[in-house]
């Protein structure tokens, strides 16, 4: 992945961005003087941006693109090794009578079970992904949140999806959220850092500006709209805002970081929703699984189905597809 790498002729950090993380005052002035968030602007944008029109080659492409940027998820209480390995085959395989169906970009996974996908997609070039500190309600010490994240590390995992401390950025202690994020990132090693906001709890568009940035300037390689855990998870409009962080952040740092958007994204027509956002907002060079993803399961039963109907000319059903 390259969600983190920057040109050669990229800038430096501009002034104010080093200047914001200086101290705890310092950052509070920079996250609280962001632009407000026009919340009917922006809704009105995603709205508008939902209704375009995606047909034949287009949509052909966007199906195929969407299946390479999916993180095959599986994260409850009742995941076995065997489920995982099903998992990780059907990753690698999605559709096994579509040879040209293109892998999903990761599988994502509990710590403890970590091992057994590296081992079964060894070789493969998926990923493997593992949530940590504390996941999803992040309601643990700091010392076990590191300890969490090494584990998966140490197992194999390729990316970490790190959930905040809600609490503390709602009480304002923004430094305390971004020495932990930076913590995180430290323990990650060469893995790469997806940082989950669970925008759902933010309450407002403006808290989820001001966490994307927070996130941006503590080094998340990847902002992730939610655990999936809880409701609302991901929206159009929340996906916009995040998009926007990231377009900015090239544009004043030269770094390219990746958003996530995850929970609540269950059909074909939903993807492409979100392929128009990211060329509209952050721009084509976002298309990339290396700089976007779908946190998912079922999207990808839904993008088969409508990649067989495009291929086929005729709808098959969910017997002609593994369905989880």
């Known amino acids: 992945m390259t969600a983190t790498t920057s040109t050669s002729a990229a800038p430096a950090t501009p002034a104010p961005l080093v200047d914001a993380t200086r101290d705890d005052a310092s950052l509070r002035r920079f996250l609280l003087g962001l632009p407000g968030v026009d919340q009917v602007g922006v809704e009105q944008r995603a709205a508008g941006l939902g209704t375009r029109s995606i047909k034949k080659d287009a949509k052909r492409w966007a199906i195929d693109t969407a299946i390479s940027m999916v993180d095959l998820t599986t994260l409850e209480g009742a995941d076995t090794q065997g489920k995982v390995r099903a998992l990780a085959a059907k990753a690698v395989r999605p559709d096994p009578e579509r040879q040209d169906t293109p892998r999903v970009a990761a599988v994502c996974v509990y710590p403890d079970l970590v091992a057994t996908a590296v081992e079964a997609l060894k070789g493969s070039g998926v990923h493997v992904a593992s949530v940590a500190t504390g996941f999803p309600a992040g309601r643990t010490s700091r010392e076990i949140k590191l300890a969490d994240t090494k584990i998966a590390v140490e197992a194999g995992a390729h990316e970490v999806d790190m959930v905040i401390d809600r609490g503390a950025f709602l009480e304002g202690r923004y430094m305390a959220v971004f020495e932990e994020i930076q913590a995180v990132k430290a323990a990650c090693g060469d893995a790469h850092l997806k940082v989950i906001l669970e925008t759902g709890e933010l309450a407002t568009y403006d808290n989820v500006r001001r ?38 952040w090239h544009r004043q740092t030269g770094e390219l970081r990746g958003v996530k958007p995850a929970g609540g994204i269950r059909t074909t027509k939903d993807a492409i929703k979100y392929l128009v956002a990211v060329h509209e907002v952050a721009g084509e060079q976002w298309l990339t699984p290396d700089l976007f993803r779908f946190g998912a399961s079922s999207l990808l039963n839904d993008l088969l189905l409508q990649r067989r109907t495009q291929v086929d000319g005729h709808y098959s059903g969910p017997d002609y597809v593994t369905v989880d």
């Open 211 to 248: 966490a994307s940035w927070l996130a941006l300037l503590a080094g998340g390689d990847f902002i992730k709209t939610s655990t999936g855990k809880v409701s609302p998870a991901a929206t159009l409009p929340v996906t916009h805002i995040m998009l926007q962080a990231v377009h900015d």
